[in-house]
């Protein structure tokens, strides 16, 4: 099994920062790639930003020059640094990582897409 914690949100004024951080562990052999989503109340989950095993980013144009996602491959982790918020960034933002699996005898199982539960993030004076 994997499981997935979020934390780093909470209540920030327009233009602060906020850094968010995810950690997958459980049976994983590695992680491919790990993502962020956020849900605002009455739309859409939509993506935020991606990182994949080759260290290639991707942001949606919402958040491009503001969002940083970058990962520490040692300890499973992903993390999403805000900068200069805005109160459209008010969410639950996801973490999404994709994992190959750990099989008992040591070798790398199937591939598998996990959820966290959720940190919020509200942008407000």
């Known amino acids: 099994q994997v499981q997935v914690a979020e934390s780093g949100g909470g209540l920030v004024q327009p233009g602060g920062s906020l850094r968010l951080s995810c950690a997958a562990s459980?049976?994983?052999?590695?992680?491919?790639?790990m993502g962020w989503y956020r849900q605002a109340p009455g739309k859409q989950r939509e993506l935020v930003a991606r990182?994949?095993?080759?260290?290639?980013?991707m942001y949606s144009d919402s958040v491009k020059g503001r969002f940083t996602i970058s990962r520490t491959n040692a300890e499973n982790t992903v993390y999403l640094q805000m900068n200069s918020l805005k109160p459209e960034d008010t969410a639950v933002y996801y973490c999404?990582?994709?994992?190959?699996?750990?099989?008992?005898?040591?070798?790398?199982?199937?591939?598998?897409?996990?959820w966290g539960q959720g940190t919020q993030v509200t942008v407000s004076s």
């Open positions: 999404n990582p994709t994992v190959w699996g750990l099989l008992p005898s040591g070798a790398r199982g199937g591939m598998r897409n996990y």
């Open positions: 990182i994949f095993s080759g260290g290639r980013t």
């Open positions: 459980g049976s994983i052999f590695s992680l491919n790639d």
